[in-house]
């Protein structure tokens, strides 16, 4: 459900590796020249430049969040499995000391997330989920990376999606208040139901499970959505409804389910569960996938897959991971 395009695989794994050499302590003039050379070869290489650099920042940032211990774990985590030749970088301080001294593009838009994050009612961290009790005895489960208000008073009850994902289970109120959801592109009224809600970038999903949810976006259209329908809406218009897939709500249990599913939708999805960037190759993206994984061990989902198809691991950077294939 990614909607921000992302530069060719091939050419953002060339940026990875530039960055792996220019963070490396042996870095030598000749890298340098070299890698400036590679740069201004194209608008492509440079947009792929600011994508990695942009993923660096917020595993950055992530680090900066979690404390000391939290940075040791991320690194410990990832330091056995990463490639030994010189492009990658080193372990311990020295990575840390590389990450840290670079000089990244201001990170006002990454920074602004997480004070939203900090902010908001109630919200997750990348990994976490959480399930919260409402004051009328309704369920709302928070997925990773989810931060919502929440607002009850005499007149209405309404939660505020800021960012992430929401699965609510709507209870019987004694005041018969409206359940509304808002969302950056519209509000949502619950009409006694089981529905997630997904705030994408420019989009919002909705998925109903039970019961009916109406949809009105910003610009003043509508339209209500039964038990197993689904539909992106965006602020000026609804898309078509499709069947619902039931499979998006296991999250609430810690697991994501993959039914005959391409590769690439499954990585896309493990990849909201821990921080930096996890991408495929093309040659594999379009691999058939089933099974149950876990939400909370992406990257023990990722040792599954490697496990059961003809692919491997490439831990390029502790935040640069890519599946390949394994020839």
Not at 39 to 62: C, D, K, M
Not at 136 to 163: C, E, F, K, M, P
Not at 264 to 276: I, K, Q, T
Request: aromatic letters at 8%.
């Amino acid at each position: 459900m990614a909607e921000r395009t992302v530069p060719d695989h091939a050419i953002l794994q060339q940026a990875a590796e530039w960055f792996a050499t220019l963070s490396d302590d042996d870095i030598t003039e000749q890298d340098q020249t070299r890698w400036r050379a590679w740069i201004n070869q194209s608008t492509e290489h440079q947009q792929a430049w600011h994508y990695v650099e942009r993923v660096g920042q917020r595993f950055q940032l992530a680090q900066q969040s979690a404390g000391t211990e939290g940075v040791g774990r991320i690194l410990n985590s990832s330091r056995a499995e990463r490639i030994s030749r010189r492009k990658a970088l080193g372990g311990g301080l020295a990575c840390m000391a590389a990450l840290i001294s670079w000089r990244y593009t201001p990170l006002s838009a990454v920074t602004q997330q997480v004070v939203d994050s900090w902010t908001a009612d109630h919200h997750t961290a990348t990994g976490e989920t959480r399930q919260l009790t409402l004051a009328d005895g309704g369920q709302l489960w928070l997925n990773t990376a989810t931060a919502v208000d929440v607002n009850y008073n005499d007149s209405v009850r309404q939660i505020s999606l800021r960012t992430g994902e929401v699965l609510i289970q709507t209870g019987k109120d004694s005041l018969n208040r409206p359940f509304v959801v808002n969302t950056r592109q519209g509000q949502l009224r619950a009409l006694g139901t089981r529905f997630s809600v997904w705030q994408g970038e420019g989009s919002t999903l909705l998925t109903v499970y039970e019961g009916a949810v109406e949809i009105k976006t910003i610009e003043g259209r509508s339209r209500t959505l039964q038990a197993g329908e689904q539909a992106l809406f965006s602020t000026s218009g609804i898309g078509q409804v499709e069947k619902a897939q039931r499979s998006r709500a296991t999250w609430s249990q810690g697991l994501i389910v993959a039914d005959n599913i391409p590769l690439r939708e499954l990585v896309a999805e493990l990849g909201r569960y821990r921080h930096g960037y996890l991408g495929v190759d093309p040659s594999v993206a379009g691999l058939k996938v089933m099974g149950t994984y876990p939400a909370d061990k992406p990257d023990h989902a990722l040792a599954m897959l490697e496990d059961a198809l003809p692919i491997r691991i490439n831990r390029l950077l502790p935040w640069w991971v890519t599946l390949e294939p394994s020839h």
